[in-house]
């Protein structure tokens, strides 16, 4: 089979490969590993030689060191921050080289594993081992405390529901205590970023489009998506306009809420990580840091804050498919996160949370929303 | 019996153990080290043709790993490569003759800040952008601005004899290095304290600046560094002619002052500006373009810009205020992006020369190399790194044929560049090393004895050869 990039991608892949390699300072996957082919330069010379090879047996996307390359990166797009060279976007080229990967036969079985769980309507709770949960139970006490008919569907995403199903129930009590209603999507259907993330773009697009028209068709006007990663997928397949991330919405009803610096106790110092999907792929920075002030708290700033912020290992299926490098990920942040001195840490990524919570012993890590909620409901507003 | 790079097994194993296990023999692996981004490497990539790869490649994490490598190679006489980031543009790290390359990103630690002197000690696979974000927060610079800095290693630096954009006040890497370790390819060690200066015999240092791993690995380099400057004062001129912009610095740097940035362009390069600074190209066709800093403390620093100023107006110069040297700033760095967009087109050609000449050399050579490559190219230049004898010209050129032809094209252009730089009284080299991409001219550089005298020390340092055999010899690729 032959399997090539989209012209696009092709011209993305040709150029990256010509680059003088400048975003290697910011790529968390070189830095964990030094290896020179873990960066983007080195993923893209190989992706032109498969193109080049693409159709020899077990060359082109189906050879193994491509399948490695592709899969060695969280899509995280700190690449993206330094570069400069037009019509390179990292994250789409990686999408697209896995897409090539996927056709070929050659994804990962973990990646292979996922999308099918992930399409079975499973969540992941666990990376080592992976433990795929059925979420209808967290799922259930969500729309319990739903209003069936609201023009805001809130969808907690298969991150927030497998690694924290606690965050999951404190996005509907923030959102209750800030006064907006909202619907869930019963049961669970993942929104196709799995698929994605595995390479199969037929799988991704299908359940963007279900999500997204099935909502349309019912009243729908607002998608609050809690998992970063789910809302990033989303609006590449069209959502634009209807998908905004939970942490967004959060920050800006806190933000409108008059009754908070009246309100709020004395200010507590909590340290924010940005969550790379969040920050950089969506552009949320402001607004968590907005929903944090307005919950009380002094938003202390990690070395690399905003879009420079670190990726915590958990996106692009890393910790699957190569949990080593994902935890030397985790490493760099929770270091980070350990020279800030703070003894809370809140980050706007549900993922991200539960694994900080894992690598900061002694250190309380909450959840945009459970940050929230907690502190509204304190004030009597939940 | 052999592993797949070629290297005997055993050895492998060996040089596995000595690495704490940090070794590879993957193919891929070894393909992204085969080449640093020499064009002639990346053309031969583009074509399909890529140079081969190393046998193995291994990450030591200090230098008593580096030495174990060294000692393993040398008893088989495998040749061992160093490799930092792997942005060397004249293909100094190119695994010539196979053999293992050292890559040295593990190293890359800061080992030790002295700031009474002003010093920060450091190995050499730690990134110039890393170490200069962990100076500026101590409120120190390096002063050290190549524009691969993002992405290149202080031992890359010192290997190839960087400069960088403000080094016309701060100096080159030759003038920041206050002393070294270093590993020789039989495993021993040297170690030059740093010191402000020294009268005990020949300065060895300076050995190792520009050796291009011929005579072993510099694993441990401790650096001059220079406290922020307090202000920096930014002015732009258009200089009636290139000459005429010569003839300006020339007078400043005789009288003593030390802009930090000095950037003149010729016309050509002038008119490729001008957009991107806010500037009228048409307004400015036929003029050179001067962009300068002054730095240090302000008052200081206006008086450096007063009097650069009066020099470059009684040169004809026309002020054009700070605006196109702020605009300059943040695009410092971008020349690597615009050749990763032109390279990867079938039969483009694109590079960047420096070389260097005395003020009344450079005009010449300006004329010599732009004859040799305007009518084949388009090719403009800019003037930096100024020195109170001379400067360096920085020359892009950029064209291309036939994707076949692009390999003999690219090196028949360096041949007539050196030719001409030769012939004008330059020097072939500035900041970028020598390494395959000019080693057909360091004779024409260096005269018989100076070539001698080179291969002497080599031989004596590295008597096994192992030590980057193919740098600075002419090869066949």
């Keep these: 089979m032959t399997t090539t990039l989209p012209a696009a991608q092709h011209v993305a892949a040709e150029r990256c490969a010509s680059c003088p390699k400048m975003c290697r300072g910011v790529c968390p996957t070189h830095e964990v590993t030094r290896n020179e082919r873990h960066q983007p330069w080195g993923h893209a010379r190989e992706d032109v030689a498969a193109e080049r090879s693409s159709g020899v047996a077990g060359a082109g996307f189906a050879a193994e060191a491509v399948a490695e390359s592709a899969f060695l990166c969280a899509t995280c797009a700190a690449c993206t921050v330094p570069c400069e060279v037009e019509g390179v976007e990292t994250p789409d080229l990686v999408w697209a080289v896995r897409a090539a990967v996927w056709e070929a036969g050659a994804a990962p079985a973990a990646a292979v594993e996922a999308a099918a769980h992930a399409a079975a309507g499973l969540v992941l709770a666990a990376d080592d081992p992976p433990r795929w949960v059925d979420p209808s139970e967290t799922v259930g006490a969500l729309a319990a405390s739903s209003t069936p008919a609201a023009p805001l569907l809130l969808v907690p995403g298969c991150g927030a529901l497998g690694r924290r199903p606690g965050a999951v129930r404190a996005a509907g009590q923030a959102l209750a205590a800030l006064g907006a209603p909202f619907r869930v999507g019963t049961p669970h259907v993942c929104c196709g970023a799995v698929a994605r993330a595995a390479g199969d773009d037929v799988g991704a697009r299908a359940a963007a489009a279900a999500l997204l028209d099935g909502a349309r068709e019912a009243g729908v006007e607002t998608i609050a998506v809690q998992s970063p990663s789910c809302a990033v997928h989303l609006h590449r397949e069209g959502g634009t306009a209807v998908v905004v991330p939970l942490a967004r919405l959060l920050g800006e009803l806190a933000r409108s809420t008059e009754r908070t610096t009246a309100d709020a106790p004395a200010r507590q110092a909590v340290a924010y990580h940005d969550p790379c999907m969040l920050a950089r792929h969506l552009g949320a920075v402001d607004e968590p840091r907005s929903a944090l002030r307005a919950a009380g708290h002094e938003v202390v700033e990690l070395a690399r804050t905003g879009p420079a912020t670190r990726c915590s290992g958990r996106g692009g299926l890393l910790s699957l498919t190569n949990p080593r490098v994902a935890a030397g990920y985790l490493d760099l942040l929770a270091s980070e996160v350990r020279a800030t001195g703070a003894a809370r840490v809140v980050t706007g990524c549900a993922t991200c949370a539960a694994a900080l919570e894992g690598a900061l012993a002694g250190v309380v890590v909450e959840e945009l929303a459970e940050a929230v909620a907690q502190a509204f409901a304190s004030r009597g507003d939940a | ?477």
């Design chain 2, 1 to 477: 019996m052999a592993d797949e790079g070629g290297l005997d097994a055993a050895l492998v194993e060996r040089l596995t153990e000595a690495v704490s296990g940090a070794a590879s023999t993957a193919v891929a692996d070894r393909e992204a080290v085969a080449h640093d981004l020499w064009p002639y490497a990346l053309i031969r990539d583009r074509g399909g043709r890529p140079l081969p790869p190393p046998g193995a490649v291994v990450w030591p994490s200090s230098a008593a790993e580096v030495a174990a490598v060294y000692r393993l190679c040398a008893a088989s006489s495998i040749p061992v490569t160093p490799f930092g980031a792997g942005t060397g543009v004249c293909g100094a790290a190119v695994p010539v003759h196979g053999g293992v390359v050292l890559d040295l990103k593990r190293m890359d630690r800061i080992v030790d800040w002295d700031l009474e002197a002003g010093w920060v000690t450091v190995e050499p696979g730690i990134l110039g952008q890393r170490l200069e974000d962990a100076a500026q927060a101590r409120g120190w610079s390096l002063g050290h601005f190549p524009s691969s800095l993002p992405c290149s290693t202080v031992g890359g630096f010192v290997a190839t004899r960087s400069a960088g954009q403000l080094s016309t006040r701060y100096g080159r890497i030759d003038d920041r290095l206050a002393g070294l370790r270093a590993v020789l390819s039989d495993g021993r060690h040297v170690h030059l304290r740093a010191q402000p200066a020294t009268g005990a015999g020949p300065d060895l240092r300076r050995l190792f600046l520009g050796s291009e791993g011929a005579f072993g690995t510099v694993v441990e380099a401790t650096l001059r560094l220079h406290p922020l400057p307090a202000a920096r004062v930014d002015a732009a001129y258009a200089l009636p002619s290139f000459a005429a912009g010569i003839a300006a610095l020339r007078e400043a740097m005789l009288a003593g002052l030390r802009p930090a940035l000095v950037r003149l362009y010729d016309p050509d390069d002038t008119a490729l500006q001008a957009g991107h600074l806010g500037l009228d190209a048409e307004r400015l066709r036929g003029f050179s373009l001067l962009l300068t800093s002054c730095e240090g403390r302000r008052r200081v620093a206006e008086a450096e810009a007063t009097e650069l100023g009066d020099v470059c107006r009684a040169q004809g110069a026309e002020p054009l205020g700070d605006g196109p040297v702020r605009a300059w700033y943040p695009r410092r760095f971008s020349l690597a992006f615009e050749l990763a967009r032109y390279l990867p087109a079938p039969g483009a050609v694109i590079d960047t020369i420096e070389v260097a000449a005395s003020w009344g050399r450079l005009s010449a050579v300006w004329q010599a190399v732009r004859t040799r490559l305007a009518h084949r190219l388009f090719t403009f230049c800019h003037l930096s790194h100024g020195y109170s004898d001379g400067a360096c010209l920085y020359f892009t050129f950029v064209g291309g044929g036939t994707e076949e032809g692009a390999t003999d094209l690219y090196a028949e252009l360096w041949r007539e560049a050196m030719d001409a730089v030769v012939g004008a009284g330059g020097t072939i080299a500035h900041h970028h090393g020598a390494g395959l991409a000019r080693a057909a001219h360091l004779h024409a550089e260096l005269g018989e004895g100076g070539v001698d005298v080179l291969r002497r020390l080599r031989r004596a340092l590295d008597p096994a050869g192992i030590a980057n055999p193919g740098v600075w010899e002419p090869v066949a690729l």
